[in-house]
């Protein structure tokens, strides 16, 4: 089992950064893939970025240059730095944890952001 906990989310006015963390526990050992998807109210959820144990990183287009993804492999902990932020990246911030094709994704309870214009 895995526990993720999320932190650093909340209201911003358009222009405005925030750092979201995840910091995950338990059986932690062999975690592949950690990142973030957002669902805004009324649509699915998406994914916003990744990083693998190995450091390849993923963003979604609508992100790129404004995001940036981390992980402290010694904290079991990944962090997304968002500036710039526009009323569009408003939603529920979801942490992920991945044990590759043959293991189980774990996610977090998920952090609000919302961007005012």
């Known amino acids: 089992q895995v526990q993720l906990v999320e932190s650093g989310g909340g209201l911003v006015q358009a222009g405005g950064s925030l750092r979201l963390s995840c910091a995950a526990s338990g059986s932690v050992r062999s975690i592949d893939t950690m990142g973030w998807y957002r669902q805004a109210p009324g649509k699915q959820r998406r994914l916003v970025s990744t990083?693998?144990?190995?450091?390849?990183?993923n963003y979604a287009d609508s992100v790129k240059g404004r995001f940036t993804i981390s992980r402290d492999g010694a904290k079991n902990t990944v962090y997304l730095q968002m500036n710039s932020l526009k009323p569009e990246d408003t939603a529920v911030y979801y942490c992920l944890a991945d044990f590759g094709p043959y293991g189980r994704t774990y996610w977090g309870q998920g952090t609000q952001v919302t961007v005012s214009s």
């Open positions: 990083i693998t144990s190995g450091g390849s990183i």
